[in-house]
């Protein structure tokens, strides 16, 4: 399945600290070339625990709104853009929506608190 930055997506994710795994929401954040040209991928955790989504590494996904209905998201979320995982493209079940532009904006500000890149 080809990917391409910006897609939601469901994976079947491994858990690190025990056996077992949970298929679960995420977003693409890897850019297109290396999506294309690699098996893996890069993915932000997405996350039903809301309790942080004021911190700058956090951005709302709010399914009411016309940008949060094009992400596939049935509940209030965020995307984690401190959690960050590299998987095999192929574990990816499906994808479910598409963040706007404008929401991608918010990401990549906070991948870049995340990561210190400011």
Do not use: W
């Not at 469901?10 to 795994?21: K, M, N």
């Not at 890897?30 to 956090?58: C, D, H, K, W, Y």
């Not at 590299?86 to 904006?105: C, F, H, P, W, Y």
């Amino acid at each position: 399945m080809t990917v391409f930055r910006g897609d939601v997506v469901i994976l079947d994710a491994p858990f690190i600290s025990r056996p077992g795994g949970k298929v679960r929401p995420m977003l693409v954040v890897q850019n297109n070339r290396n999506n294309g040209r690699m098996a893996n991928t890069i993915l932000a955790v997405i996350t039903t625990n809301t309790s942080r989504s004021s911190e700058p590494t956090q951005v709302l996904i709010d399914p009411k709104t016309e940008p949060g209905r094009s992400s596939g998201s049935v509940s209030l979320s965020v995307v984690s853009c401190e959690n960050l995982v590299t998987a095999q493209q192929n574990a990816i079940v499906r994808k479910i929506g598409r963040l706007s532009d404008e929401q991608m904006q918010s990401v990549n500000a906070a991948l870049k608190v995340s990561l210190e890149l400011l």
